[in-house]
């Protein structure tokens, strides 16, 4: 069974950093890429960034792309999600998503991810 867990959110004032982990069980690890997403109130869930299963390949979304790194540590199952410069904006609910299969292919879609943490919340002051 894979289990996702999400750490290291919390309240910061804008313009401050934060770094998201993802701790992953169930699978192996290196052989699956992994998403991270988000969701505002009242918002659908969107996409942020994602990385294949080596790391050699990173895709993020417009709104973080410059400020926002996603990374792995196969050693560890565990995926990265740093964040710079957070906007009020930011603030979300953060999810990190593991891919259902072998593959790469439209990273920004959820449909291809069929696993779920249970999210981190980012908060981001004005």
């Known amino acids: 069974q894979v289990q996702l867990i999400e750490s290291g959110g919390g309240l910061v004032q804008a313009g401050a950093s934060l770094r998201l982990s993802c701790a992953a069980s169930g699978r192996t690890f290196s052989s699956y890429g992994m998403g991270w997403f988000r969701q505002a109130p009242g918002k659908e869930r969107e996409f942020v960034a994602a990385?294949?299963?080596?790391?050699?390949?990173?895709y993020y979304a417009d709104t973080v792309k410059g400020r926002f790194t996603i990374s792995r540590d196969n050693a560890k199952n565990t995926v990265y999600l740093q964040m710079n410069r957070l906007r009020p904006e930011d603030t979300a609910v953060y999810y990190c998503?593991?891919?259902?299969?072998?593959?790469?292919?439209?990273?920004?879609?959820?449909?291809?991810?069929?696993?779920w943490g249970q999210g981190t919340q980012v908060t981001v002051s004005s």
């Open positions: 990385i294949d299963w080596s790391g050699g390949n990173q």
């Open positions: 998503a593991q891919r259902e299969s072998l593959g790469f292919h439209w990273p920004a879609l959820s449909q291809f991810y069929a696993y």
